[in-house]
């Protein structure tokens, strides 16, 4: 049987950088990837993208920011630069 990820096993094997997604759906790089097959995988993009964040500032706790893991309760999108790093955009949405 076929592994789910044989192709991008094959990449990585040939030299090819690989990322997994987090927790937080943001991909991230991985020198020594476990190939479990509920993760989600792929080749690094050669071009830079952009990178989303959500973020939840609260008041009521004290001016509480953290990244928002669900994103239900998140009131900020940041936009950043994929090259650059910069603060693209700001939205509240909430």
Known sequence: MRHIHAEIIKAWADGSEV???NRY???RDTKN???HE???YRIKPTST???VQYICFDLDN???VYRSILFDDAN???IFDGETKELKSAEVIK
């Open 62 to 64: 004290g001016a509480t």
């Open 25 to 27: 759906h943001n991909w």
């Open 76 to 78: 900020l999108k940041l």
């Open 49 to 51: 993208s952009d990178y």
């Open 33 to 35: 990837p476990t190939w």
């Open 19 to 21: 990322q997994l997604k």
């Open 38 to 40: 509920t993760y989600e």
